[in-house]
């Protein structure tokens, strides 16, 4: 195991330099500076060149790159262009708490809500919770985040005035985004479980555990969602991306001090530092969970050898 952590680790560094060099060039090929953003705009020419000379932007953009690598191996993400005088990891750092909340809110409702339903509708094969479960699978899949956002905020926030609308005021303002990102991981969930449960009920062990009389419910429970929750951590990976793309949207209909939001706040004013850094924030994030679904998935599943590269034997 240790050998394959070390081979995914190593992966993880060349993954991101590809990242960190395709975002940043692509970053200098865009029309505009962070000097366009409306605060600062009253700066005269004089002082915008003294902040370009200052943050190194007058320098061959290969130079800028080759300085850029040097100093995140460092750890320095660089200084935030918008948030003048600010370190990007400080900035980067204080927006995790709230994204975090949310995401882990909406994969407990998706994964409770989803397991259940992909069960229940295997089940029940051909009856009404399984043309509901995959109704409820399709709508999740095709209903993008932010309309189910705003649809939650109109009836449940404005018109029934049950839950915040917007703000980040207390735990119940995370309730609203946490249960609009969760559409999605249940629908998947759902739909995943569903599929492998039915596969399961058809294997011979299960149809002669039917045979010999046992109890329906502990053959269910012991054997065919034991065996088939097993490939539901495979799209842990899906889920988590699903997540961090719809927090874009959601955090800024709901108006969420989170990195989804700040993201979007740095593309609008050109803060380049801050794209860089979120970018390899989000890379990172989503390439060590990868990891760690596949260590899980060794772990719950013996027959998975990490050493061959994750590959049954």
């Known amino acids: 195991m240790f050998k394959y952590i070390c081979k995914r680790i190593v992966y993880l560094l060349i993954t991101l330099l590809i990242i960190v060099t395709t975002t940043f060039f692509l970053m200098k090929k ?3 500076t962070p000097f ?3 605060r600062f705009s009253l700066l005269s020419a004089a002082q915008q060149a003294q902040f370009l000379e200052k943050y190194g932007l007058n320098d061959p953009v290969i130079v800028q790159y080759g300085k850029y690598i040097g100093n995140v191996f460092r750890g320095d993400f660089g200084t935030s262009f ?3 005088g600010q370190p990007v990891s400080g900035v980067i750092l204080g927006r995790i708490g709230p994204s975090a909340l949310i995401g882990l809110q909406a994969i407990l409702i998706g994964l409770s809500i989803g397991l259940i339903l992909g069960i229940i509708a295997a089940w029940r094969h051909n009856s009404g919770i399984d043309y509901f479960t995959m109704v409820v699978a399709v709508l999740g899949v095709s209903v993008p985040n932010f309309v189910a ?3 939650l905020q109109y009836f449940v926030g404005l018109k029934w005035g049950v839950l915040p609308v917007a703000f980040w005021q207390s735990w119940k303002s995370s309730v609203l985004p946490s249960i609009a990102l969760s559409f999605g991981v249940t629908a998947m969930i759902a739909r995943f479980m569903r599929t492998e449960m ?3 009920l058809e294997q011979d062990y299960i149809i002669t555990a039917r045979a010999k009389g046992l109890n329906q419910f502990k053959v269910l ?3 065919a969602v034991r065996n088939s929750i097993i490939p539901v951590v495979t799209i842990l990976g899906p889920i988590v991306v699903n997540l961090l793309t719809g927090s874009l ?4 209909i709901y108006s969420i001090p989170g990195i989804g939001s700040l993201f979007v706040d740095s593309i609008k004013t050109n803060d380049y530092s801050t794209i860089m850094g979120i970018t390899i924030f989000y890379s990172a994030f989503y390439i060590f969970v990868v990891m760690v679904v596949d260590i899980l998935y060794s772990v719950i599943d013996p027959r998975i050898r990490l050493a061959s590269g994750g590959k049954g034997e």
């Open 30 to 32: 865009l029309p505009g």
């Open 36 to 38: 366009d953003a409306e």
């Open 82 to 84: 918008f948030y003048t």
């Open 149 to 151: 956002a705003a649809l």
């Open 198 to 200: 039915l596969d399961v």
């Open 221 to 223: 429970m012991r054997h």
């Open 249 to 252: 949207a959601v955090e800024n």
